[in-house]
C-alpha cells in the first residue's frame, strides 16, 4: 500500500506541470486504427486520411493499433515507413499496439519473426522518447517513467486535457497474447498486471485531482463474445474486471477506444462483474479499419453532462462501396 501511495504522488507530480494550463473549454481529438491493409494501394487512401485529419487541426489523434495486416511483413523497414506516416500528422499522434505488430508476426506471411524480438524492437521504435509522435509533440507521462518495478512498458502512458485524462494501454487482439505457448503467455501474465496496475493508478489520480472523465486507448477488441468477460481462458477477464469495478466507483464519464473488429460502433457494453446490468458512465467507441479506411472526431466538452460526441470521418474517395 505504501509503494502505491508513493507511486500516486510520483503521477501527481509527473502531471502537475501540465495540469495548470488546464481550462475548460470543449475541444476534440481524431481516433483511427488498423490500417492500412492492403498494400500498396490502401497506401493513397491513408495519404488521404492523413491530410484530411490534418485539416480538422485536432488537439491530437489516437492511432489504436495495427498499422498493417496480419499477413503483412513485421520488418524493420516496415516499421520505419509507419513511423514516417505518423510524422506526417501535424497534430500530436498518440499509438498503442495492435497485435498485427508483433503477437501475429511468427505467422509464415508475416516474416515468421519471433514475437518478443517484433515487441522489444517496436518499443525502441516507438515509444523511446517521453514525447508522442507527429509533428507537434505532446508529453507524455510513461508507465515506465514514474512505475520501478513496470520499468518495461514504455508504451502504457497519460495525458490530461482540459480535465480529462487520457490513458494509453498495450492490450492487443489475438487475446491479449494468452495463447500459442508459455512463452507467449509469461509475457501476458506480466503485461497484464503492468496493465492492471496502470488502470488502477489512472482512476485513483483522476478521482484525487478531480478530474471529468477519463479515455483508454487499446487495440482489442475485449466485447467481441460475452464470454470474454467471464471465461479462465480469456485475456481479457481481469482487464473488464478491473474497468467495471473503478468505473462503477468513479462514477463519472469514462470511454473506452478501441479498434480490431474494423466496425463503426457507439454503444455500452462494459457491464457489472457479475454481468447483470450495463455500467452507464461508461461508452464505447470502436473505430473503423480494413476495408474502411476512415476515421471518428470526438469532442468533448468539459461543461457537458455527457462530454462525449462522435462524427466519422468517411471521405468518399476511400470507400470501397458506393465507389466514388
Known sequence: MQLFKAFLVGLFIACSGVISAQSFEPFQFVALGDMPYSLPEDDVRYERLISEINKTKPSFSIFIGDTKSGSTPCSD???????????????????????NEWTDCHRPLAGSYDPIERLDKLRNIFFNTSKSLGKQTLDLTRQADVDPKNKKFVENAYWVKNHFLFVNLHIPGSNNNFERDEQSKAEYYERNQANLDWIQSAFALASMKGYLGIVFCYQADMFYTPTQATHAESGYRDTLHTLSKHAQEFKKPVLLIHGDSHRLIIDQPLKTIDQKHVVENVLRLEVMG?????????????KSEQPFSFTPILLRQNMSLPRP
Do not use: R
Open 77 to 99: 523497414e516496415y516499421n520505419q515507413k509507419v513511423k514516417t506516416y505518423f510524422n506526417q500528422f501535424i497534430s500530436p499522434l498518440i499509438y498503442s499496439l495492435g497485435d
Open 290 to 302: 480494413a476495408e474502411q479506411v476512415q476515421a471518428v472526431k470526438v469532442q468533448v466538452n468539459p
